[in-house]
């Protein structure tokens, strides 16, 4: 195991630069999930800190050695793709043990780490299939149990999960998690996907368009987002945003919308009145009420376990999620409360959280 520096990093492909300074320190046993939409540059900082492109500028150190110039074999990693990259002739046991063997250790230690990270994955019954013999879980533990015989100081994931039914993807997810905590060794995972950056990380890294957002613990990050995007970005369903004027007169400090809704917040920051605000609530902390923002509900989505209504204030769309099961339907007009203790303020002209 080893911590992972990376530092002021930059990457430019001829006059276009992808990554603008990114800086991102990473604990020594640490699960780090790389989050971000796609182009925001989460994959190339991965295929550079495993050695597959080269680095402009800064540098990437993994434990005390700095490797921007070292060969990926020699820099104690190991990588699980998107698409297993198996070798289609080898069997799960020839291809979970090919390294060590271009390593020329001898077979008895080939099996012995085999047969260990066989058992770690459930895949003993496996072992002499090919990789067409297996479902697409299977060759994705087979990918991982490549990574683990070579025993490495870093692992590194590159949307390990995309290829994968939404079931499958949240047993896969479950596995990860179980493998790291059992082996502990310091984990580099990349992915679009907020539900698995949430689920899986010790600490996320929200990217875009090159630069890194925010650095935090999951839950900090979903209570305490930095800025409009990290807000709209880290959620499902996604914080829903209202543009508006801060209205501060004595008491109970509100934020005005365009249609006249009235919004209420538990503070406002000062020297503050008439300032254009966005206005940030989540899905869950919106409550039906006989009074409030009045809105047109759009859609219905009931799930079972709650129920996702769409509505309309103005030419705005918002969510809310309630677990009680209302009856209403498209085309009514509902009252909707927001709780003034987790709403969130960001300048309209910058996003930034206030």
Request: one cysteine or more; hydrophobic letters at 40%.
């Amino acid at each position: 195991m080893a911590s992972v520096q990376i530092h002021d990093v930059r990457k430019s492909f001829g006059g276009f630069e992808v990554l603008h300074g990114v800086t991102v320190p990473i604990e020594d046993g640490a699960f780090v999930v790389l989050v971000g939409p796609s182009g925001c540059g989460k994959s190339t900082l991965l295929r550079m800190l495993a050695g597959l492109e080269k680095i402009t500028s800064g540098t990437i150190s993994i434990g005390d050695r700095v490797v921007n110039d070292v060969q990926p074999k020699e820099r104690d990693i190991a990588m699980v793709f998107q698409n297993y990259a198996l070798y289609p002739h080898m069997t799960v046991a020839q291809n979970m043990g090919f390294s060590l063997k271009l390593r020329g250790a001898d077979q008895k230690t080939i099996d012995d780490k085999v047969n260990r990270a066989a058992d770690i994955l459930d895949l003993c019954k496996l072992l002499e299939r090919f990789p067409r013999q297996l479902s697409g879980g299977q060759r994705q533990r087979v990918a991982m149990g490549r990574a683990i015989v070579r025993d490495p100081q870093v692992f590194l994931f590159d949307e390990p999960l995309s290829n994968l039914d939404a079931k499958l993807r949240v047993a896969m997810r479950t596995e990860i998690k179980e493998l790291h905590q059992r082996l502990k060794t310091t984990t580099v995972y990349v992915t679009h996907d907020q539900i698995e950056a949430m689920t899986m990380a010790d600490k996320i890294v929200v990217m875009q368009d090159g630069i890194v957002e925010q650095i935090g613990a999951p839950l900090d990050l979903y209570d305490n987002p930095a800025n409009k995007f990290v807000a709209g970005f880290i959620g499902s369903p996604a914080m829903n945003f209202l543009d508006g004027t801060l209205e501060v007169n004595g008491g109970q400090p509100w934020v005005e919308t365009a249609n006249g809704a009235r919004l209420p917040i538990a503070v406002a920051p000062a020297n503050s009145n008439g300032r254009p605000i966005t206005y940030g609530i989540r899905p869950e902390h919106l409550d039906f009420a006989d009074s409030g923002i009045e809105a047109e509900v759009v859609v219905v989505e009931p799930t079972g376990s709650e129920t996702q209504i769409v509505a309309r204030v103005g030419t705005q769309e918002l969510i809310a999620v309630f677990r009680e099961r209302h009856q209403v339907q498209p085309g009514d007009t509902i009252h909707l409360q927001p709780r003034p203790q987790v709403a969130h303020l960001f300048d309209k002209e910058t996003g930034q959280r206030l």
